[in-house]
């Protein structure tokens, strides 16, 4: 993890998504872009004397200055929680939002993107507009989706949901290694839709496979609803961050529901780390 790239919109949510960048960014020294994309107004064509230059001149002051008191506010709220910015840098950029996620990906060479959540009944399709699962989908990037009112300050568990593929095997890795930087304990989930003999060994060399890393894996029926497995993976083994190999949109569409990502017993929504096959 060498750079991490923040989306922001200047709101409190994607501040607390900043905070957690930072402390995610000392651990790893590594570096932290925030962006903030935006968008020109629409005009009427009849105003044939508008000067389009002018507008842009102010709109892009207007940004740069409101990207100027946020900064002030972040820099605030990191002493204020004893969190040091390792390094910081800031891209103010006019165009459509995922469009300018890729292109900074590809361009800064991001390796990670930590994204804010607002809550809701649709708390993932809120952040930034109605877009993100469409970003987290299409992103090839570790994408570390933090929901509203999210606090760090107790985690313990990070959950890890596979079907024992050996495909999987470099997303665990990459879990377990994200997890030693937190200094938290990982946990499988594998949703087991019926026992077999092949099934049984194949767990028990996963088992051993990872067992110097102190993986602990659960084996649980998923009775044909594999949302429900996973809800109950979340509150009855205390996960406070839940990661997933990207699946089929739809599936995430799905996922993307307050149903699902909130601890029932709690009624706090998790993180999610989405990694990529």
Not at 111 to 118: A, I, L, N
Not at 176 to 203: C, H, M, N, P, R
Not at 213 to 242: E, G, K, R, W
Request: net charge negative; aromatic share 10%.
């Amino acid at each position: 993890m060498k750079t991490i790239l923040v989306p922001t919109d200047f709101s409190e949510v994607a501040n607390n998504a900043a905070l957690f960048a930072f402390k995610l960014a000392k651990k790893s020294n590594a570096r932290v872009i925030l962006l903030h994309t935006y968008n020109l107004p629409f005009t009427s064509g009849q105003m044939m004397n508008f000067d389009p230059t002018v507008l842009y001149e102010n709109i892009d002051l207007n940004e740069f200055e409101l990207f100027k008191e946020n900064n002030q506010i972040l820099y605030k709220l990191a002493e204020e929680r004893n969190i040091q910015i390792n390094e910081m840098y800031h891209k103010l950029v006019l165009g459509e939002l995922i469009t300018t996620i890729k292109e900074c990906i590809k361009v800064d060479n991001v390796d990670f993107v930590v994204m804010g959540t607002s809550g809701g009944d649709d708390w993932f399709s809120k952040i930034l507009g109605t877009n993100t699962d469409s970003v987290i989908t299409s992103l090839q990037v570790p994408t570390l989706i933090i929901p509203k009112d999210f606090q760090d300050d107790e985690l313990e568990t990070i959950g890890f949901t596979t079907r024992f593929r050996d495909k999987d095997k470099p997303a665990l890795i990459k879990t377990i290694d994200f997890a030693k930087k937190l200094g938290l304990s990982v946990k499988g989930l594998y949703s087991q839709e019926e026992e077999s003999e092949s099934e049984t060994t194949l767990i028990a060399s996963w088992k051993e496979e990872f067992e110097s890393s102190n993986v602990d894996f659960v084996v649980t029926p998923s009775n044909n609803d594999v949302l429900n497995a996973i809800q109950f993976f979340i509150t009855h083994y205390s996960i406070d961050i839940l990661v997933m190999v990207s699946y089929k949109r739809d599936f995430f569409t799905e996922l993307f529901t307050q149903r699902f990502t909130q601890k029932v017993s709690h009624n706090i929504a998790i993180p999610l780390l989405v990694l990529h096959e």
